[in-house]
């Protein structure tokens, strides 16, 4: 996964100085803003992307969706089944004040082990869990596996000589051409270190007896409602999942 980071650095920092050459026909998206590049569902009504941050380090999977969810819960589960293997991961929905896009960010090792799935598949089925209302999408990833390999150079170029052309991602961008006025694609400390609290608090839990995982569910049920007062601010659910975690840390030592 190193190497596979490394090299995506270095051919997005190139790539995102490329001016203009005539475009090729590709269901890949440059994103400059995002120092990324993503792929585009079937249905035209999801754009998968890179998740890299300030530094064009690869971070995770991003999603963006056409109409935000009504679902006020931050946390998405999300199922991904790619040419070799069924992944599952936990997505964070940035703030977003658009709505007319969903936007999910999925960091970490659960992340980064699907990133290498795709780089080795033709298709990805995508299932997003918004507390109970199911989003999925399929995903031609032929072209977009290329640019995850250490030979992803031509593809990264021929991409960027396409959006200097006009070519624009959907959902990402605006109809107007425009960047989203919430970039998901700025995966700053905040997020990380809530996904950070939030695996943390995962593991802490599964170390708890049954028994007391029983006697605690009705008041951890009840604190992941009151998680959406943070309006997914990452560092007020940081702040709210290191509290849940000493409490039951403190637990665990009963």
Not at 150 to 165: C, D, H, L, M, T
Request: hydrophobic residues 35%.
């Amino acid at each position: 996964m190193a190497i596979l980071t490394k090299t995506l650095k270095i051919i997005a920092l190139s790539t995102s100085m490329i001016l203009c050459v005539a475009a090729a026909s590709s269901t890949v998206y440059f994103l400059p803003e995002a120092k990324s590049a993503g792929v585009a569902s079937s249905d035209q009504n999801a754009l998968m992307f890179l998740g890299m941050d300030r530094d064009v380090n690869l971070k995770g999977i991003c999603f963006a969706m056409a109409k935000q969810s009504p679902s006020i819960i931050p946390l998405v589960d999300i199922t991904a089944t790619t040419n070799i293997r069924r992944f599952t991961m936990h997505g964070l929905r940035p703030n977003n004040d658009d709505e007319t896009k969903e936007l999910v960010c999925s960091l970490g090792s659960e992340a980064e082990d699907f990133v290498v799935g795709i780089s080795k598949s033709s298709v990805v089925n995508v299932k997003l869990d918004f507390n109970g209302e199911i989003r999925s999408y399929r995903f031609d990833t032929t072209e977009f596996s290329k640019m995850l390999t250490s030979n992803g150079k031509s593809v990264w170029e021929r991409v960027a000589k396409e959006y200097a052309q006009g070519v624009r991602a959907p959902i990402f961008y605006g109809k107007n051409g425009g960047v989203p006025d919430n970039n998901a694609t700025s995966l700053d400390t905040d997020t990380q270190s809530y996904k950070t609290s939030d695996e943390k608090l995962n593991s802490v839990w599964k170390q708890l007896s049954p028994e007391t995982r029983k006697r605690l569910l009705p008041s951890q049920r009840e604190w992941i409602k009151q998680k959406s007062n943070c309006n997914n601010e990452p560092k007020c659910l940081t702040d709210m999942t290191n509290n849940r975690i000493r409490k039951l840390e403190s637990e665990n030592e009963k």
